[in-house]
Nanobody
Framework: QVHLVESGGGLVQAGGSLRLSCAASGRIVSIHAMGWYRQAPGKQRELVAF???????NYANSVKGRFTISRDNAKNTMALQMNSLKPEDTAVYYC??????????????WGQGTQVTVSS
């Protein structure tokens, strides 16, 4: 079994910070690109930040300058440091990864999500 498990969500006041983590486990050969997505109630899931295996990053305009994505290829982990949080950042945050498994490449593997709530 292969799992992506998010942690670090919670309730924070506007202007505060949270750090999300994503840990991949199981029979994984290697991990290609990784990303964080979020989905607010009544809205479509959207890409928040992306990081390639080599460390190239990209961010949604709404989080640029406030969020920082990182990964540790040796540990199969990814993190999202979220600063200066706003109420509009409230959503369920999902970890996504392209995984090379023994059976082949799986382009979109998802975690179960972690709730982030920012109060005003």
């Amino acid at each position: 079994q292969v799992h992506l498990v998010e942690s670090g969500g919670g309730l924070v006041q506007a202007g505060g910070s949270l750090r999300l983590s994503c840990a991949a486990s199981g029979r994984i050969v290697s991990i290609h690109a990784m990303g964080w997505y979020r989905q607010a109630p009544g809205k479509q899931r959207e890409l928040v930040a992306f990081i390639s295996r080599g460390g190239i990053t990209n961010y949604a305009n709404s989080v640029k300058g406030r969020f920082t994505i990182s990964r540790d290829n040796a540990k199969n982990t990814m993190a999202l440091q979220m600063n200066s949080l706003k109420p509009e950042d409230t959503a369920v945050y999902y970890c996504n990864a392209g995984l090379y498994l023994a059976s082949g490449y799986v382009p979109d593997y998802w975690g179960q999500g972690t709730q982030v709530t920012v109060s005003s």
